[in-house]
């Protein structure tokens, strides 16, 4: 499944952070302040603490955290609680995760932002802390471009989930090729009972996995000794994340139907019933639109499933008459920024409407030799 990330953080915020350094305020006349300790907490799921020890010689104005996500460039500002007595100060700021979601297994970059009486500023070194999910025992296995986190799973089946991840991007990077790679961060649950603990309410409860490409982080139930389930959920989270590493660009990103039906191709298994579903529905007049999946997949499960077999049937056929240069092609389209019209028609040369005409009367045709002689 591939989850969108939209930054919440206001303009205002933004502004508020911006200003924090005034235009007057020069490195060398900037106030001493001296660290003891500065340290983040997570208490999962609700919020992160941060806290401050720090001595100066200054009067404090006020005291802020900022902080972003992952490799992320947009910051986040938080005031925090001071208190200063003589030349000691402590603060303390809270993140809260349940108003603000933010999506469990990632590392925030944060430091402090000191504001002395004179509106000079001094911020401290940044830092990183892991918003992790506290209630497991988490191990760490890092391969090729992957690092993998589990909890209560044999050896053996840890380095098969590390094996199967190192093949998904080696092979997601050669289909994709994308100018650059980031390591990608897999926290693999026991249990959908497990994994639903970390989701935003009001999220799809068949969701069985969630894939954050901005982030870098994959999160996915795979029970121990599943290898089936390793097989189908891994290389088609992977496909997500180098997908959008490939045609990363500030315009456009691609189609939901493109990015789950190359991610539905990438997996093993799982996809032995689409056909028939496609077929069954556009028999029944009610197969849904490629132009209505580009943003978002149904919420309904059964519309939901229908969604992926046909962004499985509509992307295979383009790697069958086109080959992987065609889907090279629609990824160097997105990775110019192109609309959404405009990337089917600049790879595949013609509209997004000839393409759904094109691929229905395939998937008629191949209803009719597969129900054969009458």
Not at 114 to 120: A, E, K, L, Y
Not at 258 to 263: M, N, Q, R, S, T
């Amino acid at each position: 499944m591939r989850t969108l990330r939209l930054s919440w953080v206001s303009l205002s915020l933004w502004l508020s952070l911006f200003a924090l350094v005034p235009s007057h305020t020069v490195a060398q006349s900037a106030p001493v302040l001296s660290v003891i300790s500065s340290n983040a907490e997570a208490d999962f799921p609700t919020d992160m603490q941060f806290d401050l020890k720090a001595t100066t010689g200054e009067q404090v104005d006020s005291i802020d955290l900022v902080y972003r996500e992952a490799n992320l460039d947009t910051l986040e500002l938080l005031p925090a609680t001071f208190k200063q007595s003589g030349n000691d100060v402590s603060a303390d700021a809270g993140a809260d995760f349940t108003v603000n979601f933010l999506p469990v297994g990632i590392d925030l970059t944060y430091h402090w932002a000191i504001t002395f009486d004179d509106q000079s500023v001094f911020e401290t070194d940044e830092e990183a802390a892991t918003w992790i999910d506290s209630r497991f025992d988490w191990k760490l296995a890092k391969g090729t471009g992957v690092e993998i986190y589990s909890y209560d799973r044999s050896q053996s089946f840890v380095d098969y989930m590390v094996k199967s991840s190192e093949e998904a991007v080696v092979a997601m990077t050669a289909l994709y090729q994308p100018e650059s790679t980031f390591p990608i961060r897999i926290w693999a649950y026991e249990s959908g009972k497990d994994y639903a603990g970390t989701l935003a309410a009001n999220s799809q409860e068949w969701s069985a996995g969630s894939a954050y490409p901005d982030l870098q982080v994959i999160q996915a139930v795979i029970p121990d000794g599943s290898k089936s389930e390793v097989d189908r959920v891994l290389p088609h989270e992977v496909s997500h994340q180098i997908l959008h590493m490939a045609t990363l660009n500030p315009f456009n990103q691609p189609a939901t139907w493109i990015d789950e039906g190359l991610a539905t191709h990438a997996q093993i298994g799982g996809v032995e019933d689409y056909p028939a579903i496609v077929s069954d529905a556009l028999a029944g007049g009610d197969l849904l639109s490629l132009r209505s999946l580009i943003s978002s997949f149904p919420y309904d499960s059964d519309e939901a499933r229908l969604a992926y077999a046909e962004s499985y049937s509509a992307t295979g056929y383009i790697s069958d008459r086109w080959g992987d240069d065609g889907v090279r092609a629609i990824v160097r389209a997105y990775r110019e920024g192109n609309s959404q019209e405009d990337v089917i028609e600049t790879a595949l040369g013609m509209t997004l409407d000839q393409l759904q005409a094109a691929w229905t009367a395939s998937v008629e045709a191949q209803s009719r030799i597969s129900a054969g002689p009458r």
